[in-house]
């Protein structure tokens, strides 16, 4: 199966929409890889690799840890992210870190790495047995595997409430059943510990273990931003998106509704925040 089409997603439409909320993705789930880097901090002077690194936050934290003999190393699918990081390492002057494009599930990743990190940068993948492989081969014997994904959808309503939301206005339109490039899985695909532990396993990684980490995270500063991240992040996003010309002619009753459901998590300063819930996961290459 080839990956064109979620690659196409994450360049066009979901770069614009991760640049358009980049302040939010950056400060708001900085708590979480903060939390996971302290339990699970990388030595200094390793060498790491950051799967998925997005607009590559926790691969330029990640070469401040390993100090000047260390290099994190940040790859992603989508060439508009990694010239982003680029940008960004540059004007921090930050040396040991660096970025390429390559689709995780089949490129060689440039190893071998002392140890690999993903912050919810393996939710999407359309093959993640191929991906748990190839990050595998590029870790060195011994080496650890660090991922952050959600837990269950349930337990982060910021992202179930409103597709529970936008699903009963707008019709739902499967990813086979439409041309329109998509993002593949989807955030909560990585939720069940049975599953990914067994994959892991399937993959040759040992030691397995699950960490639950719960935090409240920002959404919104305002209600107005609150509810266009709703509109457009994760599953609500990709409803609307998929329904086409259809979604676009619900928008404005959706917005309403979403009002009422993002309403809930308000807080005194009038910015929004709210529960969210994610597993840590370890699994290490065998010597
Ligand atoms: C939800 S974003 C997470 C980005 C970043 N790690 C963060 O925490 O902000 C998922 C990232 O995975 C990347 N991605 C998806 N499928 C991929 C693949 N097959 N190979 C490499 N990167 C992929 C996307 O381009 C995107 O940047």
Redesign the pocket.
């Known amino acids: 199966m080839s ?1 064109d089409i ?2 196409e997603a ?2 066009t439409v ?2 614009e929409k ?1 640049s358009r909320f980049k302040y939010l ?2 400060e708001g ?1 900085a708590s979480i ?1 903060e939390e996971a880097l302290k339990r699970h901090r990388p030595p200094e002077g390793s060498k790491v690799l ?9 691969t330029l934290e990640l070469a401040r840890f390993l100090g000047e003999q260390g290099v994190a190393t ?5 060439s508009n ?1 990694i010239d982003e990081c680029e940008c960004s390492a540059k004007d921090k002057g930050i040396g040991n870190a660096h970025f390429f ?7 060689d990743l440039r190893g071998p790495y002392d140890e690999a990190f ?9 093959m993640p047995g191929l ?1 748990m492989k190839n990050i595998r081969s590029a870790l060195k014997p011994g080496g650890k595997f660090t991922q ?1 994904v959600w837990r269950k959808r349930e337990a982060n309503p910021w992202l179930h409430d409103a597709e529970c939301c936008v699903k009963e206005i707008v019709p739902v339109i499967s990813h086979d059943d439409t041309d329109a490039v998509h ?2 899985p989807g ?1 909560f695909s990585m939720a069940g510990p049975d599953m990914v532990s067994d994959m892991l396993q399937a993959t040759g990684f040992e030691k397995v273990q699950f960490e639950r980490f719960d935090t409240d995270i920002c959404i919104g500063r305002n209600m107005e931003e609150a509810v266009q991240f709703a509109l457009e992040i994760g599953p609500a996003g990709e409803i609307i998106r998929l329904a086409g010309e259809e979604g676009e002619r619900l928008k404005g009753e959706v917005q309403v509704a979403l009002e009422a459901v993002i309403g809930q998590f308000e807080k005194e300063d009038g910015s929004f925040w709210a529960p969210s819930s994610a597993w840590f996961i370890t699994a290490y290459n065998p010597y």
């Open positions: 990956n979620v690659i994450w360049n979901l770069f991760f993705f950056i789930y890889s950051d799967v998925g690194c997005g607009f590559g936050d926790c940040g790859v992603d699918c989508a992210f494009v390559a689709d995780v599930e089949v490129d993903a912050r919810f940068g393996t939710m999407f993948f359309n991906a952050v993002c593949g955030p």
